[in-house]
């Protein structure tokens, strides 16, 4: 149940900070710092429980489910860190959509597609689709 939590706070973080450019008002942006933190928190967790299901369920055997999500996972949390400790920095890091303020939304917008990949590969293990 923990792995829902990295998803939804990430795709929020991107959604609030959109909201934030769309409308310019500034508690969109801070919701989307909050959603980010959150996301930190239990992306944390997240790789805490995924690793000790991953052992209980499969006895930590190599898969290719795991094999893509443990460095798109560590990718994720390093980005989400990076996110934060520069927003935390310059809190008006959106104000001007101007060289480094492009690369920030980038770096946010690309939390998008690797948790959804991560999420993809997750529920194959879950949900295991068998070739017929």
Request: charged letters at 10%; hydrophobic letters at 60%.
């Amino acid at each position: 149940m923990t792995v829902h939590f990295p998803i939804v706070f990430t795709f929020s973080t991107s959604v609030f900070n959109i909201l934030y450019l769309f409308t310019g008002i500034k508690s969109f942006e801070i919701t989307a710092l909050h959603s980010l933190a959150a996301g930190i928190l239990f992306t944390a967790v997240g790789i805490a429980t995924g690793i000790y299901t991953w052992w209980l369920n499969y006895l930590a055997q190599p898969m290719r489910a795991v094999k893509i999500k443990i460095p798109l996972t560590i990718s994720l949390l390093v980005t989400q860190i990076i996110l934060f400790i520069w927003r935390i920095a310059d809190p008006t890091v959106l104000d001007s959509l101007q060289g480094a303020s492009i690369l920030y939304l980038l770096l946010v917008l690309a939390l998008i597609p690797i948790i959804t990949v991560i999420g993809w590969f997750g529920a194959s293990m879950t949900f295991p689709v068998e070739k017929h």
